[in-house]
């Protein structure tokens, strides 16, 4: 089971990038995903979550109406749209898999983005 998270990059503030995470060798379509980030020096914090349908979203309140989970299950990827990032955004971006609620047991490897002010 491996999760492939990709998108990451540098960006300047106010600008977009769009993360997706791929997971393969068993199928997530049933389960929530979400995506978590960690700051240099700070804990892992939740940013986003999605139900198996992509009906019910949950976001951190410091990224309601700039960031937006989306996921596709015919290509078992979740994706995360970030908009107006803003350089304390900076983290590591990691996608996982919830195969039982709010326990999220399945991880990628993460992907990194810089903002910059």
């Known amino acids: 089971v491996q999760l492939q998270a990709s998108g990451g990059g540098l960006v300047q503030a106010g600008g977009s990038l769009r993360l997706s995470c791929a997971a393969s060798?068993?199928?997530?379509?049933?389960?929530?995903m979400g995506w978590f980030r960690q700051a240099p020096g700070k804990e892992r914090e939740f940013v986003a979550s999605i139900s198996w349908s992509g009906a019910i979203t949950y976001y951190a309140d410091s990224m309601k109406g700039r960031f937006t989970i989306s996921r596709d299950n015919a290509k078992n990827t979740v994706y995360l749209q970030m908009n107006s990032l803003k350089p304390e955004d900076t983290a590591v971006y990691y996608c996982?898999?919830?195969?039982?609620?709010?326990?999220?047991?399945?991880w990628g490897q993460g992907t990194l983005v810089t903002v910059s002010s």
């Open positions: 060798g068993r199928t997530f379509s049933s389960y929530a």
């Open positions: 996982a898999v919830a195969t039982r609620p709010n326990l999220y047991d399945y």
